[in-house]
């Protein structure tokens, strides 16, 4: 098989969801998950149908962040995906294990047909977005995403740091390779937000988030500082509490 053809995607529809986002890291720890919780939230809120599906097999963390057990069902169209407090819909391998804590250890072929097995046979009914999280990097489970959903478009998380921006050069170039839109750049844990006095401390560095966008000609969405009052809420599952205006700039910009 030549390369060309090795990128040529086999999709598979879900009719009821309208639009289907991804969001990747180049590598992991710039909080690519609380991301794309947020982002959820704010479709949510908006007034959209919405979904997540983790396709973060060996290190999920979208259930812990919505206060979700383990406990789905199935249905007569397949698993049945659990429900947050506000009614955002949610599937993660976390959901199916009988312990939060217990470990995932699978290669790389098992990880992917997990998560094409989330998409094609889990009942997500009628949606406006189902957010994808992705696992970091841009290996085999970002790859089979890319090829077996219809995804309209990539979100890009990334930190301050240089060789994070420089892993996020190689995530875009990816996506191109793979004629996917990136719909925008999120710099995350761009400085501190001092609780007392709520100054910002560039701990990392300064933001160099927006000069990145620009040199790959990608909306740049926004700068989200480190907020202990997040970390908080994700670590007692309520991210739903948490205001941020990340998706109606992610609207506005594509």
């Not at 999120?186 to 701990?203: D, F, T």
């Amino acid at each position: 098989m030549n390369q060309q053809n090795a990128f040529e995607p086999e999709k598979n529809a879900q009719p009821g969801v309208k639009h289907v986002i991804a969001v990747m890291s180049g590598k992991g720890g710039v909080g690519k998950s609380s991301v794309t919780a947020l982002l959820a939230v704010g479709s949510h809120r908006e007034g959209y149908q919405t979904g997540i599906l983790d396709a973060d097999i060996t290190g999920p963390s979208i259930p812990k962040m919505f206060g979700l057990k383990a406990g789905t069902f199935t249905g007569a169209n397949g698993l049945l995906p659990l429900e947050t407090a506000a009614g955002i819909k949610v599937m993660s391998l976390n959901l199916l294990l009988p312990n939060e804590d217990d470990p995932v250890i699978w290669r790389g072929p098992l990880i992917g047909a997990t998560v094409k097995q989330f998409w094609e046979e889990v009942d997500w009914g009628d949606l406006d977005y189902l957010f994808i999280d992705l696992p970091p990097g841009t290996a085999d489970a970002p790859l089979t995403v890319m090829q077996s959903i219809p995804l309209d478009g990539l979100v890009i998380v990334t930190s301050p740091q240089e060789l994070t921006l420089m892993v996020v050069r190689k995530a875009v170039k990816m996506a191109r390779k793979m004629e996917i839109p990136v719909l925008g750049l999120v710099e995350n844990m761009s400085g501190l937000l001092c609780p007392h006095c709520s100054r910002k401390i560039e701990i990392f560095g300064p933001s160099k988030g927006r000069e990145v966008a620009e040199e790959a000609g990608v909306p740049f969405l926004a700068s989200l500082p480190l907020d202990q009052r997040l970390a908080e809420y994700c670590d007692e599952g309520r991210i739903e509490e948490y205001e941020t205006d990340l998706f109606k700039t992610l609207l506005a910009k594509n």
